[in-house]
């Protein structure tokens, strides 16, 4: 375990869901359109939208990859033929009690040395998209899953875990519907998929104004809001290099990788070219699990945009962008240009625990932060992170 002389506060941690997350609180009505659970060739299989869904490969987490068993292979220091070889043995998750239950956790964050996290959903990011032909469908879904998050994990619990009830635009009365039940169970961020919003009129940006009472009722309230990694809807853009557009956590192809296409990237340029943040000047949001290599070219497309029509926007957006974005880098990318990029302040540390693809150890991110002062470290690993779960008035 790293030496700090402080605890940290770790702003990307995940449980493992419960198999009855999205059907404990279904509305019975909906239960057929939504999640449902199949045997299917002797074995448990996720059945969503009335279709057996990939997202996860094992939904049901059992057995489960062993935290940060993929770091090497991450970092691009290892090769494999076959991306399962690099997982290594698999565990039942019967002997990870912290993976799905709350004291469990938080005695195990102390083991950990961590003052607090960000508790995000591992299933839960993939499944707005595999809904979208039924809105209806969906914004039951994630009622029933919000309702099983309070009671299964709390969004507060004893201040030490801060669980994100996951929110859909699809419908903007609903979305402030479950804002509402956020912020009477102390919410204190939310997380929304980082792409274009799916409505019965059709695609719009989470910035257009439709959406303007929900963004309201966020700017009041100070809570914050959080763009975690997930399913986004955006393999359609591989179907026009021939490949297959069902997006399957793990499955590893080249290109895939080399596209340059990055949907939180677009998510906040929609944010900023929109407008957002000149309406309602009190929201925060941070980007989980995205990494960071899309800044720079994201920083460079709105400084040229400023300076061939300056008129389109009332401030310029890097200084908006530096001011109301956070990012949680992954440990290998390049976090000291990412400090020149938008400043010490906005860089949150986030480990990714217990994925595979995350830190065996979370406060050994220190390792990673080379070259940053004692001062700068600490606002990273938890000064940043602590603040963003006060909220913004």
Known sequence: MADLNFSPFDCDHHYYEAQDAFTRYI????????????????????IVGGKVNRFIPNPTFDPIAQPGCLDAYFRGKVSVSDIRDAFGDLEPIAGRPEYRNKDAKVNHLDAQGLEGCFLFPTLGVGMESALANDLPALQAAFTAFNKWLAEDWGFSYRERLFAAPYITLTDVDYAIGELEFALENDARLINLRASGVTTHDGQRSPADKSFDPFWERVNQSGITVAFHAGDAAYDFLFGHWGLSTEFEAFRYDPLKRLLCYSNIADTVAALIGGGLFDRFPNIRVCTIENGSEWVRGLLRRLEKAYKQASYAFPEDPVEVFRKHIWVAPYYEDDLLELRDLIGVEHILFGSDFPHAEGLANPADFVHDLEGFTEEEIKKIMQTNGKGLITPNF
Do not use: E, F, H
């Open 27 to 46: 509305d019975p009505a909906m239960s057929s359109r939504a999640m449902q659970w199949a045997k299917v060739n002797g074995k448990n299989r996720l």
